[in-house]
Every structure is written in C-alpha cells, then in structure tokens.
C-alpha cells in the first residue's frame, strides 16, 4: 500500500453556501398519473427522516433555494410541514430565500393553505396536465374541479396576505393526447389567477424502457411510446 495520509484529504470545509438543495420529501403519492412510475410499478414507499431536520436546518437555510419536490407528493410528509412551519415569513423582506414546491393540489384544507402561506415558500407549481375534465381524468385518475378550486383558493389566500410571494403556477406535461389543449390551458390559468404557466413534454425513452409501459384503467388505455411528442411528424407538430 502506499503510505498516504487519507484523512488529510478528508478535512475539507464548505467554502460557500448551496445554491440549490433538492431534497425528497417522501416517495409516497396519492395519484397514480399513468406517465409516471408509480402507474407501472410498487414504488418504495419512503420518508425523509424528520430528525434530520434539526441536523440540516441551518445549512439549508443558507441555501439561495430549497426545492422540496421528488417522485411522491410532498404534502403528503410531515417533515414538509415542519420544513415549512421552521422557515415563517419574516420582515426580511421579498428577497429572502428560498423554498419552492410542486403539488397535485389534492389536499388542500383551509390549515395547510394557511401553513404555506405563513411560510418562506416562494414559488409553487400545481400539476394540472389538461384543461379538459375527461382529458385530466385519463392522464390522473382524479377530477379537476377539486384541483382548479384548490389552486384559487391557494391563490386568493396569497393575495389576501398582500404579498408577492408565493409565486403560483401550472405545470402542464404535454403528451400526444393533450397537445391540441395547450391555448385552453392558458385560459384556464387565467381564469385561476395564477402568475406562470409552464409546459414540460413527457420525456423521452428507450425502448427497453417502453416495453411494459402500457396502463388500462376504467378511464383509458395509455401507451407510452404512442404518446411521446417523437412521434409526431415535423408538420404535425408545428401545426
């Protein structure tokens, strides 16, 4: 072996503070949206640990932003809330940091609404991947009504609190069957009063990957590879 001392190259320190820290609420969702893992496979159901917090609370807190979103649907964690609970409004003013989130807006009672609004989250995006009932119902497996009135209520109780923040928007994943809905969506984020809208093309896979992506529900019958954007012919697209 050659004798080199390991442990002085172990002795580092953070010379600056995070810019971003993506951190995985839980892996657990109350949806079974059928272009995601959890429509095709027994995804493992985890938490991250809520001791930690008080192990991390600083260096997150120093962090430009902290973006709290993974595979499951965060509100779902207790350690969401506590992270959100830790880190309240302060006088510090619009530019303090730092947390951000994506939701499924399912679970939106008149407690948690008001426990986001408290808090130092900034930016916050509802899925909402049609404008259409049926359309929605296909992709999610949930109706929209309940998701459209969560996300104004969330808005309005923002605008009550007189403050720019938090920044609320849609995120839309466009695929094969909804494309031709993207100008209703913008109508339809008009109408809840949100700040952005954003649109994410499903993403592309290999062919192994596809293989056993096909999902029949009550609802629909969905084929990955049938609905990637790839498919499509330029002019098709472009029109």
Known sequence: ?????????????????????????????????????????????????????DKIGDFISRADIVDLTGLGEPTLSDLFWKILDRFEVSDAGKDEPFLMFNTNARLMPDKNIDRITRSRVRRIRVSIDAPDADTFMQIRGTPLPNVVNNA????????????EFPHIGIEMTVMRRNLHQMNDMIDLAKDIGVDFVEFWSINDMSPDSLKAWT???NNTEFTYRDEMLGTLDQPELEA
């Not at 995985?24 to 917090?53: G, W, Y």
């Not at 104004?152 to 403050?163: C, I, M």
Request: aromatic share 4%.
């Open 1 to 53: 072996m050659l004798g080199i001392d390991i442990d002085r190259f172990l002795d580092y320190r953070l010379l600056a503070a995070p810019k971003i820290v993506s951190m995985t609420m839980t892996s657990r969702c109350n949806l079974r949206c059928v272009m995601c893992d959890h429509a095709i496979r027994n995804v493992e159901k985890e938490d991250f640990d809520p001791q930690l917090l």
């Open 152 to 163: 104004k209520r969330l808005v309005e109780a923002r605008n009550a609190t007189g403050r």
């Open 215 to 217: 999902i029949k529900t």
